[in-house]
């Protein structure tokens, strides 16, 4: 048997609130639940009989003295203090000749419940107007030039009508988030979006994916069959990113689909019908590929009833300010950091021709809010193919700075592709003195203008406190 103490522990572990009475209904002891629910001490319950603590006003009524009168078990709601409502459960324990020995009663907060409920439906409520949300508004670019505005003007407006849209831009320049855009605009928006890199597979995997395979249709083939995405994507956006990189005979089986609405899955006899709004996009300039043999010029047409086409970043360098300091905040908060662009840095990435565009843009600066040894991200910390632009060919930076630019851009690339300084002054044939001299110059160089930067946010970090 347990000991009055262990028993006591083994109820003060306990969640819910316990109450126990003994035969009579007088008060043997309570839990540690109950007195955080009720309010009341332990100490002052213990004793009383429970006509009493109604009498006293700690309870309103007493399920106890209920159970006392039913002989078995009752449930009944309570209330305690000044508006906290309870659900009290008693139950009448029975000695071996059948006496009432104790009522244990567990008690339950119905206003903490209450309360878990309500925010558990305010958390629905939240989750799903950021469903909602999302599928529309956070889609939009969050960073948009005037080019940028009219592509994505053009594709809202005609993202309600079936027209086939062909996205045309550089890798990493928006094109899935346009043709995301697209499909929230579209009348497909409830729908499915699904999208397939055409490049990314073998002609017979891109086959099986796009159109489908019958059970048993190939060797390795799933019993069960497989639903290709043409299938997926009914009543929804099919995205087809590369398309350039589609091989002719899937071409021709495309061509069929975007004419009748139909295709045959892989191994099958009978044609499946689909209605879904089509998106294709590609880096290639498909006209040449169309001369080249490689694309059928039938399926550009269909393809392309609206082309669409995203600038490299180069050419949206109004952007790139904004940009920087969009991810920068982004990561900011994602990394918890404080991190800040030195103007000087956000100068030079501004000229940098950005060849793998806002995804590389995106990616340089995680890596530099990760890396970052001190809030203030400067030019020393920016890689060297970045760093290198040192204003050449810029107006207003004069020639001889300008030849200094080629001069070390030249010395860096040498040093890159020999390994010591030795190898690359022969190969520039220079002396490796002269070489080495030029390269503590440029250090020291650096060295000052990192020091400048870092003065220069230091003052405007005690004017801005003051
Ligand atoms: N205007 C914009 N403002 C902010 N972020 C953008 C903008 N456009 C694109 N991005 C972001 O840039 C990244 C690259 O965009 P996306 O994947 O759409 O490019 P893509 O052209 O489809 O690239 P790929 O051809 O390599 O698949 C994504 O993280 C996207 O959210």
């Not at 855009?181 to 891109?206: K, R, W």
């Not at 045959?264 to 290639?284: M, Y």
């Not at 030249?410 to 520039?428: D, F, K, M, P, V």
Request: hydrophobic share 35%.
């Amino acid at each position: 048997m347990m000991s009055g103490d262990n028993l006591q522990r083994v109820i003060d572990a306990m969640s819910d609130g316990v109450y126990i009475t003994d035969g009579n209904g007088v008060t043997v002891t309570v839990n540690k639940a109950y007195e955080r629910i009720s309010g009341i001490p332990r100490k002052v319950l213990v004793g009383l009989h429970m006509s009493e603590v109604v009498n006293r006003g700690y309870i309103s009524r007493s399920v106890s003295l209920e159970v006392l009168k039913e002989k078995g078990p009752v449930t009944l709601t309570q209330t305690i203090g000044d508006d906290h409502k309870i659900l009290v459960s008693g139950t009448p324990m029975f000695d071996r000749q059948g006496r009432l020995e104790y009522i244990v009663t567990t008690v339950r907060n119905v206003t903490e419940l209450l309360q878990a409920k309500r925010a558990e439906e305010q958390l629905e409520q939240i989750l799903q107007v950021r469903e909602n949300y999302s599928g529309r508004e956070a889609r939009d670019p969050f960073v948009i030039s005037r080019a940028t505005q009219q592509c994505y003007d053009l594709a809202k407006r005609v993202a309600p009508t079936a027209a086939k849209i062909l996205i045309k831009g550089e890798t990493g320049t928006g094109k899935t988030l346009l043709a995301r855009t697209i499909h929230d605009y579209s009348a497909v928006a409830q729908g499915p979006f699904i999208e397939i890199n055409c490049a990314a597979m073998p002609e017979s995997l891109l086959e099986a994916e796009l159109f489908g395979y019958e059970p048993g249709a190939f060797t390795g083939a799933s019993q069960k069959g497989k639903t290709g995405l043409l299938e997926a994507a009914n009543n929804g956006t099919l995205f087809l990113d590369e398309i350039g990189d589609l091989p002719l005979s899937l071409q021709a089986k495309l061509l069929k689909v975007v004419a009748e609405n139909r295709f045959i899955p892989v191994g099958g006899t009978q044609f499946k019908r689909t209605n879904l709004r089509l998106v294709s996009a590609t880096h290639h300039n498909l006209r040449e590929l169309v001369q080249a043999g490689a694309f059928r010029e039938d399926l550009l047409y269909r393809l392309s009833v609206v082309p669409l086409e995203l600038p490299p970043l180069r050419e949206r360098t109004e952007e790139i300010e904004a940009l920087l300091n969009h991810y920068l905040h982004h990561f900011n908060c994602k990394y918890e950091l404080d991190c800040r662009w030195h103007r000087d840095v956000i100068d030079l990435l501004c000229r940098y021709p950005w060849p793998g565009n806002i995804r590389e843009l995106i990616n340089l600066t995680e890596r530099l809010v990760v890396t970052a040894e001190q809030s203030l991200i400067t030019t020393a910390q920016l890689p060297r193919e970045m760093r290198a632009d040192n204003g050449m060919g810029r107006v207003g930076v004069s020639l001889k700075e300008q030849v200094e630019a080629l001069e070390q851009q030249l010395i860096e690339q040498a040093l890159e592709r020999y390994g010591t300084t030795r190898q690359a002054a022969a190969a520039l044939d220079i002396d490796q003195s002269t070489l080495v001299k030029k390269q503590q110059r440029w250090r020291a160089q650096q060295k000052a203008n990192d020091v400048t930067q870092n003065e220069e946010v230091e003052s405007d970090d005690v004017r801005k406190r003051r």
